[in-house]
């Protein structure tokens, strides 16, 4: 190793949580409100606000807030929903809770997101939904997608665990889907620690989610523990526990008013990255496509392997070594076990996917990483890519 760069140790994740939001939530637990109650209301209001949405409502997952969606639409067993093989388990499980069938799709070998080529190769009368992932935050062919389900009369969900703050062709994430869903997740652009969201402008939609949320129990159920709430409540569907805390509002409330110079930080993390490795030839960057916002959740270096005589494994032990956490987003859900024996998947079925995969790696990006810890991570990239050139 050059001697003259001093090691430095810089994890794949540091959330950006701080005094502010340990005081905020310090001012909740003494207020002695802890569950659902009057800072989730003003989060999902603040939320709606940001976003340009008529309802956001809180749940205690992305995962929940993908079943609670798949549920306002309906999902039936036996149907099929379409979904990107290139994501994380909950995007696909959502789908089996209900006897359906999840179709994984293979994605484009440029953004990494579903490939609506392949969408409508894969349709069959059976289809009712598709559920887009914005990859690294990166948006999906909305367009493209939209005409496809437009056409062949299907739903659509956009899971934008990654996608906040995003914009497509100068609309919001959350805004052009029937039904949105965001994650608050640890390691997300925007953390409650847990919890998630779903987006929408329709008001049957939004009455539905919010039944279901909390035991299928009439609307402000949550409120009889208050002065102006009635102990009196009806049961009407068999819902879910799934609601958000104030605990955890408070601290999304203080996340939300830093979610836009958060987002530039990143971005500016990112564009360090581009700027130094669009010129070396043993890896690839992250396209951006035209007329988009990325929210920049993950960055992905793909390697050029042919000029390289290290796999993407080996390359990630020599990151480790010189002090870099790195991950990996993601094995292909077509090459879990689950999906082998139960829906019969092939490692070939999804090729691009299976192919990307095997050449990616994620650098660390979140916005207290400075100046001097992106130029250690690129010398370092530079530097193994040396000692392992073909
Ligand atoms: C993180 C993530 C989820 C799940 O989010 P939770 O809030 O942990 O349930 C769903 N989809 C994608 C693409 C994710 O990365």
Request: one cysteine or more; hydrophobic letters at 40%; aromatic letters at 8%.
């Amino acid at each position: 190793m050059n001697s003259s760069i001093s090691k430095l140790s810089i994890p794949f994740h540091r959330s950006a949580v701080g005094n502010e939001e340990a005081q905020a939530v310090a001012d909740v637990v003494r207020s002695g409100w802890l569950t659902m109650g009057p800072k989730t209301i003003e989060f999902e209001r603040q939320f709606a606000c940001y976003i340009g949405v008529k309802h956001a409502i809180a749940v205690s997952s992305c995962t929940a807030a993908l079943h609670l969606s798949l549920d306002a639409i309906r999902i039936q067993p036996g149907d099929e929903v379409l979904v990107p093989t290139t994501t994380f388990a909950s995007t696909a499980e959502v789908v089996t809770y209900f006897g359906a069938r999840p179709v994984l799709v293979d994605v484009e070998a440029c953004s990494l997101n579903i490939d609506p080529a392949d969408v409508e190769k894969k349709i069959t009368p059976r289809s009712k939904a598709i559920i887009p992932v914005h990859f690294a935050g990166q948006p999906c062919n909305m367009n493209a997608l939209g005409e496809i389900a437009s056409q062949h009369k299907l739903h659509m969900v956009e899971d934008a665990a990654h996608a906040l703050p995003a914009l497509y062709s100068g609309k919001r994430v959350g805004t052009i889907s029937e039904l949105t869903t965001f994650s608050f997740y640890a390691t997300k652009t925007l953390t409650t620690g847990e919890g998630g969201m779903v987006t929408t402008n329709d008001d049957s939609y939004a009455q539905r989610v919010q039944l279901m949320r909390l035991h299928g129990i009439s609307r402000d159920a949550w409120k009889r523990y208050s002065v102006e709430g009635s102990w009196f409540y009806e049961v009407l569907e068999a819902g879910y526990k799934y609601n958000f805390t104030d605990l955890q509002a408070a601290l999304g409330l203080v996340q939300l008013s830093k979610c836009d110079s958060m987002s530039e930080q990143r971005t500016r993390v990112a564009e360090q990255y581009n700027r130094a490795f669009s010129d070396m030839p043993a890896v690839q960057t992250p396209c951006v496509l035209p007329d988009c916002q990325v929210a920049w959740h993950l960055y992905v270096l793909r390697l050029n392997l042919s000029q390289l005589s290290i796999d993407r494994d080996g390359f990630i032990r020599e990151l480790m070594e010189r002090g870099i956490g790195t991950s990996v987003h993601f094995i292909p859900l077509h090459m879990h076990p689950l999906y082998r024996r139960d829906y019969g998947y092939k490692e070939n079925d999804c090729p691009v996917a299976c192919r990307e995969y095997s050449r990616s790696l994620s650098l660390p990006i979140y916005p207290d990483l400075s100046e001097d810890e992106v130029g250690y991570v690129i010398n370092s990239v530079r530097e193994v890519i040396k000692v392992w050139k073909r």
